[in-house]
């Protein structure tokens, strides 16, 4: 869907979006949150997430189990133990401008509008752009820390944290409660950063991109002394269970966490007025370059901390706290030639290969360029963006890292481009296997897919190479040790081209270790040519047990029993997410009925009349199961592929937080103990959602004077009315 509207779509075009949407947000959160590895940039990011807020507004009736705005981050990574936070982590709104500042601050007024003598303040603090952890600490001692992870369940690092000078092992001074969480962000500074590239460029080891990539990945480093080496930084600003409040406000808190030991933000402040926060934002934002660090904005909170309980939370974000982002920061450079890559789905991906140029820190050499008409200057509705220029081979380019991770092109000098640049060509071949490639026709709009696909399917390689690095990665089977690099080795030494082929790897152990020697033998010889010393024999080394090829084996092994949904979407069925792919699997449990329903529904003339009816799966989806059921090529990968891996049957485990969790609640009249804002607040803390207006999914209607249809309504349904002190009662908050 090319961006339509929200006000423009109906309830089917609405419930396909969210769960685009869904599916979209969900592979984002896990590269970003898992992998520390994003492929968009903030901006975009924040645009996904607030078209789905958008939809789910208006259609709230079709907000799904797994809608972004329920979730924060991404799963805890496999390897370390699991934490179940006493006190989610959340996310925080983001503001973009001043007028964002000044409808959030608005909004706080608004929601206390009958406290008329109320005199809100708020704190104004950096934001630190490192990973989020959170330390236990009992009777002063740290015994326990953790990522954010999903925000509900994070990863247990306490021994790395404990390398880490910033945080003390025993807090200091006096008053701190006998049990408190405090919260804050691991960061590198830009000196040990580059200190540590140096280190890894004279031994020939790796490439670093970024100090936030980098603290993240040290972090999550098996040996705490590969932690310890990277000299990370802490800087406390929150904090989440505590036995009692470390102060009445949001300020004094963090200036007693110094008192304990902790650094805090030598920067953060307490204001009144929105004009002593935009004032201190630009403050900020003008000594950016000269902290020695990252910082991506600047956080507002209501200081008080009564007053953050009564405004409470709307899902994943505390409705008290907002994220003011900085611009980006922008440079200029030149194309030097423009390559086109396959992904697993045929996919042509161009991207621009750049003259090296350095952005906030980091030397940037290529961004991606999205699609051909991207590059003619025109978005997906073929209205002009960047003034309507083309990008060209030669081409002058402003660029900058949005949300200072993902390069991106600004806009095209033209005053500078050279006589001789031409029009890019877009090939209408694949450049891999010769087939030919084209941009499917949207049933639905009538218009081309923004992106063109080779059509080679099972005889393009590329296509083959993605979808078993897809299989194996990590959000897939996960199969450690089975990366890029060698599943390029099996595949082009003909030892893999199916992923059934991946399970008998170990029934052909010489061929396995034969190609990895080759590929040593080979590197052995780049380093002798590039060094012009005379390598050591290593023949014979084919023979020879290669070192970890147990391990890879055993690893594999590992895998021939993976949960239905990982091996859904490790399948790489178009279109099917992790997201979708935990629905089928909820909904069908077992791999062998969603074969026979799916087999069911390619040959049906009418596929509704087989496939049935699921919040979130819609036309899309069924029409690539239709395509992937109905491919003949299919059904022997898949059958060899089942006599290796059998698939758990998916079990669904429900439970209950509150007596309203998981109901679905609509506040009519007026409210004569609370304001309905803060009425809604407090359901939805309690696990409620709380919708405008009554429909047969209604569960309760909490009705106070004044109520009008919607009674008649809820009668009509015969759904369940209560008044407010029922409700309270109901709630545990009778008086």
């Not at 979006?17 to 492929?39: F, K, T, V």
């Not at 789910?56 to 907000?63: D, G, W």
């Not at 496939?611 to 059958?639: C, H, K, Q, W, Y």
């Amino acid at each position: 869907m090319d961006e339509k509207p929200v006000d423009s779509l109906s309830d089917s075009e609405a419930a396909s979006e969210l769960m685009r949407l869904a599916q979209e947000i969900a592979e984002h959160d896990r590269r970003y949150h898992g992998e520390d590895a994003p492929i968009i940039t903030d901006a975009e990011y924040d645009a996904l997430t607030r078209r789905n807020l958008a939809i789910e507004q208006r259609f709230p009736h079709l907000v799904r189990e797994d809608s972004p705005s329920r979730r924060v981050g991404a799963p805890p990574a496999e390897g370390f133990a699991k934490v179940r936070h006493a006190v989610p982590m959340l996310s925080l709104a983001k503001a973009y401008s001043d007028q964002d500042v000044a409808d959030f601050i608005e909004r706080g007024r608004r929601f206390f509008d009958r406290d008329k003598d109320l005199n809100i303040a708020f704190t104004a603090e950096p934001k630190i752009d490192g990973l989020s952890a959170s330390l236990r600490y009992e009777g002063g001692v740290f015994v326990q820390g953790a990522t954010r992870g999903d925000g509900v369940v994070g990863e247990d690092i306490t021994a790395n944290l404990k390398t880490i000078a910033d945080i003390p092992k025993t807090l200091k001074g006096s008053g701190w409660p006998e049990v408190i969480e405090i919260r804050g962000e691991v960061y590198m500074t830009y000196a040990e950063f580059e200190a540590l590239k140096q280190r890894s460029a004279a031994i020939g080891g790796q490439d670093y991109v970024n100090p936030r990539n980098t603290a993240a990945g040290s972090l999550r480093q098996k040996d705490p002394s590969v932690t310890a080496s990277r000299n990370l930084k802490f800087f406390a600003y929150a904090w989440g269970y505590t036995s009692k409040d470390p102060a009445p406000t949001q300020y004094d808190s963090v200036q007693k966490f110094a008192e304990w030991g902790f650094k805090v933000s030598p920067l953060m402040v307490r204001a009144k007025s929105v004009d002593e926060l935009i004032a201190h934002y630009h403050l900020i934002e003008a000594q950016r370059s000269s902290l020695g660090y990252d910082i991506d904005g600047v956080v507002y909170k209501v200081d008080q901390l009564e007053l953050q309980r009564r405004w409470g939370f709307v899902t994943g974000e505390p409705r008290w706290a907002i994220a003011h982002k900085f611009p980006a920061e922008q440079a200029m450079t030149t194309v030097r030639r423009i390559d086109i890559q396959v992904g697993r789905t045929g996919t042509l991906a161009p991207v621009a290969r750049l003259a090296p140029v350095t952005v906030g820190g980091v030397v940037v050499e290529n961004v991606t360029l999205h699609n051909e008409d991207y590059i003619k200057g025109l978005d997906s509705n073929g209205q002009p963006i960047r003034d309507g220029n083309d990008i060209r081979i030669g081409d002058t380019v402003v660029i900058q890292r949005a949300g200072d991770v993902i390069p991106q092109i600004v806009s095209v000098v033209v005053d500078k481009r050279p006589p001789d640049a031409v029009p890019y060509e877009f090939p209408h071949k694949c450049p891999i296997c010769g087939s030919p490639a084209t941009r499917e026709i949207n049933e639905k709009t009538g218009k081309e897919d923004s992106r063109r696909r080779c059509t080679g399917e099972l005889i393009c390689p590329a296509q083959a190479v993605e979808g078993l690095r897809h299989f194996v990665s990590r959000g897939a089977m996960d199969i450690e040790g089975l990366g890029a690099e060698n599943i390029d080795l099996f595949f082009n030494a003909g030892l893999v081209k199916t992923a059934a082929d991946i399970f008998t790897l170990r029934d052909r152990r010489p061929a396995v270790i034969k190609a990895l020697a080759e590929r040593r033998e080979e590197q052995a010889r780049q380093r002798e040519a590039a060094s012009g010393k005379t390598r050591k024999n290593v023949r014979g080394v084919e023979e020879r047990n290669y070192e970890g090829l147990d391990k890879l084996f055993a690893a594999i092994d590992a895998r021939r029993e993976p949960e239905l949904d990982r091996f859904i979407f490790a399948l790489g069925i178009r279109h099917i997410g992790e997201t979708t792919a935990a629905v089928l699997a909820r909904t069908f449990s077992t791999i062998e009925e969603l074969i026979r329903i799916g087999k069911e529904t390619a040959a049906a003339a009418d596929p509704h009349s087989v496939f049935p009816s699921i919040n979130g799966i819609g036309d899309t989806v069924i029409g690539a199961l239709r395509d992937f059921f109905g491919n003949e090529r299919n059904d022997a990968v898949l059958e060899a592929l089942l006599t290796q891996v059998h698939p758990k049957p998916y079990i669904v485990n429900v439970s209950a937080d509150s007596a309203v969790a998981g109901k679905t609640i609509v506040f009519t009249g007026t409210l004569e103990r609370m304001t309905r804002p803060e009425a809604k607040a407090m359901a939805e803390r309690l696990g409620a959602k709380v919708a405008g207006s009554v429909s047969a999914k209604t569960d309760l209607v909490v009705a106070g004077p004044g109520a009008g249809s919607k009674l008649k309504l809820a009668a009509e349904h015969g759904i369940e009315v209560i008044d407010e002190d029922a409700w309270l009662e109901r709630i545990g908050k009778g008086s």
